[in-house]
């Protein structure tokens, strides 16, 4: 029995905000009817091949639902629609702006007929203000939060390797179904849930935005180091390997000094007394580190730093994460399913191991049409009907 058995979610979703937030309902048990354009479907199945053939976005965010094929836009295919999302306890939608109103798929609309239904309408920048119909892409979402500001190096500005500001977006669409189903347990009513990328990126600004509260100074870009605190970055050993360490205080400082430096006489040096006087050292504590590991492996300076119990971590490639002794030992992988073959996935943080969530498979484009037509009480020649008029 998982948390979110019985559960109906249907879905009108692409790229990845609302893909990802439905397949963390998924994988809880929730059950997801994923609608999909009849031509293409999501039109993030088409932007690579690279999970064995599958979009690796779309491997990533879709596994455990059911695809069905509708071109919402059509009136047979409309009605079928709203057969479906009758039965639904959760509606998720990340068209364009007014789109899903337009579908009669709005909050408003659909409580006035149940109003145990919970709708989670996920948007660029909300249904209201000067940029409510601003086209609004995760890089796009990246700039406007300051992101790009505090992120790269001095010279240049770099955007986060994945793509934070639908993930964040995602995770608090997933964060307020979740707080929504367990007030309407209380109450026995829905809400509408409404998230947008802006301001879900925003509140992870929150730190830089305090930092340079009043028109203070912003955190400047640092690379892959700490923007305030140093040594807390990367580091790179004699053969190549690199590491990333951080020393908070100083009483790590020492220890850092002696341990791993073995440089004892920098303990007590007043150039590195306190973090502020570290930061305005930067340079030549880089200097005295890059001459100290250059004669030594990756697996002697993380020996070091373990032994005097500096934070640390590896700076693994995308192929060793795959392997990462951590996460092996701990049996954090399993397999699904995908058209034509398998792929590893991870077990969702928080859940205990492969029987304590839904890993079900990631469905072709159209997998689940017939079947969940025949459950809306559809015939065959109604299905055939639809099928003649393209509006599935």
Known sequence: MLPLDGLL????EHAIAAPLATRHLADLGARVIKIERPEGGDFARAYDQ????????FAWCNRSKESLTLDVKHPQANAALMKLVAKADVLVQNLAPGAAARLGLSYEALSARDPRIIVCDISGYGDSGPYVEKKAYDLLIQAESGFLSITGTADEPAKAGNSIADISAGMYAYSGILAALLERGRTGRGRRVDIALLESMTEWMGYPLYFGLDGAAPPPRSGAAHATIYPYGPFTAGDGGSVLLGVQNDREWKLFARVVLQQPELADDAR????????AHREQIDEIATAA?????????VRRLDEAGIANGRINDVHEVWN???????????RVAIPGGEIPVLIPPGRRDADDVRLGPVPALGAHTRAILQELAYSDADIADLAAAQAI
């Open 324 to 334: 990462h002794p951590q996460l092996a030992a701990r049996g954090r992988w399993d």
């Open 50 to 57: 690279r999970a064995r053939g599958v979009a690796s976005h």
């Open 293 to 301: 590991f250059k004669d030594i492996g990756i697996g002697e300076l």
């Open 272 to 279: 590195f007394a306190g973090n502020a006087q570290r930061v």
């Open 9 to 12: 979610v249907v879905s009108l």
